[in-house]
């Protein structure tokens, strides 16, 4: 039987979605041990032009390797990653274990599947969003407009982000990234689970997308790929990897 995850710094533990274990972390809590880090993580974190995007950064990768580590008793520093055909990060060993990470300002998501189903995961800080009908324009379906428009304005703001990390998370969990037009597909500005369709190049990818509860500051939705497109991993390097 593997090991279950241990909390990295930052967390106080799992939330079980059922289809995932979802770890949130606070990527401001304390400085993160960068010795797992790969040579490739640590030349991305020094990209970054502030001190405090890069520490997020940082904090991200080690909490996703300390959890990773802890589910496969493989050694944080020992991980290997390569990439799916739109950059999805996957472990090489072992193969077909599902993960994901996501962040936004000082949260981060990680999630590990309790099957073998690839899985997406977003989350967003709750925050106001003045753009978020020019935003909604350009990237929700017209029905997804209306009903964004129906919201109280009190709540638009937590719709609108509503709707978008289910559409983020539905791409994630197919391994496609905002290349694909979010306009092509229906994810919901409600919270309640759904079955999505999202056409992509030779067919139709299916993926279940739900919202949970992260946090009042936060708004948060999963999802799990139920007939996916082809994006089989290939071997990269490692700064080709993206979160």
């Known amino acids: 039987m593997k090991p279950r995850p241990a909390p990295p710094a930052g967390s106080t533990g799992a939330v079980d979605l059922g289809v995932a274990r979802v770890w949130r972390i606070d990527l401001d809590a304390a400085p993160a041990d960068t010795d797992c880090l790969s040579q490739a993580e640590r030349d991305r974190a020094a990209r970054f032009v502030f001190a405090r995007d890069r520490e997020r950064f940082v904090a991200a990768h080690v909490a996703l390797r300390q959890v990773l580590a802890a589910h496969t008793a493989i050694e944080a520093s020992r991980l290997e990653f390569v990439a799916g055909a739109s950059g999805k990060p996957a472990l090489v060993r072992p193969a077909g274990v599902p993960f994901n990470l996501s962040h936004s300002h000082s949260v981060a998501l990680i999630a590990i599947g309790t099957g073998a189903a690839d899985i997406g995961i977003d989350v967003e800080v709750l925050r106001p969003m003045p753009d978020a009908e020019a935003m909604a324009a350009s990237y929700f379906t017209a029905a997804e ?17 509503t709707c978008w990390t289910r559409k ?4 994630k969990a197919v391994g496609l990234g905002l290349g694909v037009d979010t ?18 190049d030779h067919g139709t990818a299916r993926v279940e ?23 089989a991993a290939r071997p990269t390097h490692e700064s080709e990897l993206h979160a």
Request: contains cysteine; glycine residues 4%; proline residues 5%.
């Open 168 to 171: 983020e998370a539905c791409l």
């Open 145 to 161: 407009q209306r009903a964004l428009a129906a919201v109280p304005p009190a709540l638009r703001d937590r719709a609108f982000l």
């Open 183 to 200: 306009r092509s597909f229906e994810a919901g500005v409600d919270t309640r689970a759904r079955d999505v369709q999202i056409p992509v």
């Open 209 to 231: 997308v739900l919202s949970f509860d992260g946090g009042d500051d936060v708004v948060c939705a999963m999802a799990r790929a139920l007939r996916a497109c082809a994006t």
